[in-house]
């Protein structure tokens, strides 16, 4: 089965930005959306992020106006671009791809940011 790999998570002080990155080990057909979750201690895994074939984007409100989410669909990769971080931000990032005959889950990446 193909694998989701995460990248790009880390430390980061408040106001600052990451990029977190998920690759597919292989091509993946009729991706119908791709999407971010994450899960902070001591909380449920919560959606932050979607977007669809289509493009089409949904974000948490807690993270619109400072995430985005997008995608190269060559490289069946999506990103997420998070700027502004905030200390409630600190969390394991996952991707989810579903597709037809698909629905698999990234390792996770840890994000962080200090105050």
């Known amino acids: 089965q193909v694998q989701l790999v995460e990248s790009g998570g880390g430390l980061v002080q408040a106001g600052g930005s990451l990029r977190l990155s998920c690759a597919a080990s292989?091509?993946?057909?009729?991706?119908?959306?791709m999407s971010w979750y994450r899960r902070a201690p001591g909380k449920q895994r919560e959606l932050v992020a979607v977007i669809t074939s289509g493009g089409s984007t949904n974000y948490a409100d807690s993270v619109r106006g400072r995430f985005t989410i997008s995608r190269d669909n060559a490289k069946n990769t999506v990103y997420l671009q998070m700027n502004s971080l905030k200390p409630e931000d600190t969390a394991v990032y996952y991707c989810?791809?579903?597709?037809?005959?698909?629905?698999?889950w990234g390792q996770g990446t840890q994000v962080t940011v200090s105050s």
């Open positions: 989810r791809v579903v597709a037809s005959g698909y629905d698999n």
């Open positions: 292989g091509y993946i057909f009729n991706i119908n959306r």
